[in-house]
């Protein structure tokens, strides 16, 4: 019976004060949502991270006809330089830090450039001798960078030893800088829903002085009275989550898992299944929020 009566009183909070609710649950599914982007984009650099930092690759640029480095003042590299790198690759002092690595002439640098600017002008202005040649090292330890660059940097013929890490490290940064400016704008839209909880409590609370008058008078108790007000903004803000929660899921599943990974086949996404983790998190905010601005509104706005 009890049970009975506060869900009657809860509805019927809901059905009086509809369009408040509506308002809550857009808001606190927006402001949900930029939580679970942020947290997708935790995962998915994450998981990049971890995909692309056993991949990366140290090149060992050699000296060109246009080198401008003064380890380059000599002239382009010679056969026997080109040796002397090759040969310090394949010995005992490099072989701690040297997994693999492989040759790549002018004529292969310009064909992946070619492929790579194939919708750009620059792909037919630019010749084989503009480019360098270079020597693709895989590291074991993609951390021990440092040493690969001591060893090759001062031999003959490198023009610089550069670190695709740093790259990443640039794209990754710019990533963490969208997910804390999602986060920061579901901040400010929580801060939104959590007022609009407290304004549709306080107005539910005064149309029904009436009936939490009579409540008091015949001895119902402190919870009896407040639970249904408290379950009004609880039950708004899951809505709420749950769409977001689905929307999350949704952008996971459909937009990253499949339409992403079909055009970026060699890069490693996350899917809906990762973004399904995020979903108590989601439910757990809102349900808290909810409750704790419902609590002090009642509190505040419903002396019993």
């Known amino acids: 019976m009890r049970f009975a009566f506060v869900l009657g009183e809860t509805f019927s909070g809901i059905r009086r004060n509809l369009s408040m609710v509506i308002s809550?649950?857009?808001?606190?599914?927006?402001?949900?949502?930029?939580?679970?982007a942020a947290g997708l984009l935790q995962q998915q650099i994450n998981q990049m991270k971890g995909y692309w930092y056993d991949r990366v690759e140290v090149a060992i640029f050699l000296c060109t006809?246009?080198?401008?480095?003064?380890?380059?003042?000599?002239?382009?590299?010679t056969d026997s330089q080109r040796e002397a790198v090759q040969g310090l690759l394949e010995s005992p002092t490099a072989a701690p830090y040297v997994k693999s690595f492989e040759y790549e002439s002018q004529d292969q640098?310009?064909?992946?450039?070619?492929?790579?600017?194939?919708?750009?002008?620059?792909?037919?202005?630019?010749?084989?001798d503009q480019l360098p040649e270079s020597f693709r090292v895989?590291?074991?330890d993609p951390e021990?960078?440092?040493?690969?660059?001591?060893?090759f940097s001062s031999m003959p013929g490198v023009e610089i030893v550069s670190d695709q890490r740093e790259l990443l490290e640039q794209i990754f940064s710019l990533m963490n800088m969208a997910s804390v400016i999602a986060v920061s704008v579901a901040v400010v839209m929580l801060v939104c829903a959590v007022l609009l909880i407290?304004?549709?409590?306080?107005?539910?609370?005064?149309?029904?002085?009436?009936?939490?008058?009579?409540?008091?008078?015949?001895?119902?108790?402190?919870?009896?009275?407040q639970l249904p007000f408290l379950l009004e903004g609880v039950?708004?803000?899951l809505v709420g989550a749950v769409l977001a929660s689905v929307t999350t899921w949704a952008v996971a599943e459909f937009f990253i898992g499949d339409w992403l990974t079909s055009q970026y086949p060699g890069t490693g996404f996350i899917a809906g299944a990762d973004a399904l983790i995020l979903v108590p998190l989601l439910l757990l905010v809102a349900v808290l929020l909810a409750a704790l601005s419902s609590i002090l509104t009642l509190r505040r706005y419903l002396k019993v």
């Open 24 to 36: 809550v649950v857009l808001v606190t599914f927006i402001s949900l949502t930029f939580v679970g």
């Open 198 to 225: 407290a304004t549709t409590i306080r107005l539910s609370a005064f149309s029904r002085r009436r009936e939490t008058g009579i409540m008091r008078l015949v001895g119902a108790s402190k919870t009896m009275i």
């Open 109 to 128: 640098a310009l064909e992946i450039f070619q492929e790579q600017f194939q919708n750009s002008a620059m792909a037919g202005t630019v010749t084989a």
């Open 144 to 151: 021990q960078y440092e040493v690969v660059n001591e060893l």
């Open 235 to 237: 039950i708004a803000a």
């Open 138 to 140: 895989a590291l074991v």
């Open 65 to 77: 006809d246009t080198s401008t480095t003064t380890s380059c003042a000599s002239g382009p590299v």
